[in-house]
């Protein structure tokens, strides 16, 4: 698997079984807007088997609208899923990067955006944040983060995203000429 994966929760939410689809409507959502690789360009969040195995020193920035559904927002943040291989500190890092200033609480017990986790003010039901996935290693692993969502009236049902990927040595592809081409068709 040399591709990154959104595993298919990508738009869904946690803490949904069990409950009734009322209890449902109002669960945190968070929604992908943008996956972008190393201030390139393309857009990978509506096609994410296009974005090549990740190597040492590739960030990815991953653009978030998180929504409480009518409720308050309190607290996002980015969490490493220890795998097979345990801790994968070494192969990535996240922080926040970039977030609504005037929603996000200046108390560091709550928010520490090089830790990749922010707070919210009271009243805050709609923000944006930006995420970056720092990939500290060009060893193969896969590795996979999660990001999670709560708001104030269900604490314990929130929002998720995980984002699976590949790191290694990036093997560049080169295009076959037209002559070998032209000759491979004419032997079928």
Request: net charge negative; with cysteine.
């Amino acid at each position: 698997m040399n591709k990154i994966l959104l595993i298919l929760s990508l738009f869904t939410v946690i803490g949904l079984s069990g409950c009734t689809d009322s209890d449902a409507d109002d669960t945190p959502l968070i929604s992908v807007l943008g996956i972008y690789l190393n201030d390139g360009d393309t857009d990978y969040a509506y096609d994410p088997e296009e974005l090549p195995v990740l190597t040492r020193n590739d960030v990815l920035t991953l653009i978030m609208q998180l929504d409480g559904k009518g409720t308050e927002l309190k607290s996002f943040y980015a969490s490493l899923v220890e795998g097979e291989d345990g801790d994968l500190s070494h192969v990535v890092r996240v922080i926040i990067s970039d977030y609504e200033e005037d929603h996000v609480t200046d108390d560091s017990n709550f928010t520490n955006p090089e830790d990749g986790r922010v707070g919210f003010v009271d009243g805050v039901t709609k923000s944006q944040v930006t995420a970056q996935v720092k990939i500290r290693t060009s060893q193969e692993n896969e590795a996979e983060v999660g990001f999670y969502l709560s708001s104030r009236a269900k604490p314990d049902q929130g929002g998720e995203v995980k984002l699976l990927f590949q790191t290694g040595e990036r093997i560049e592809i080169e295009p076959e000429p037209e002559d070998v081409k032209e000759n491979m068709e004419s032997r079928i």
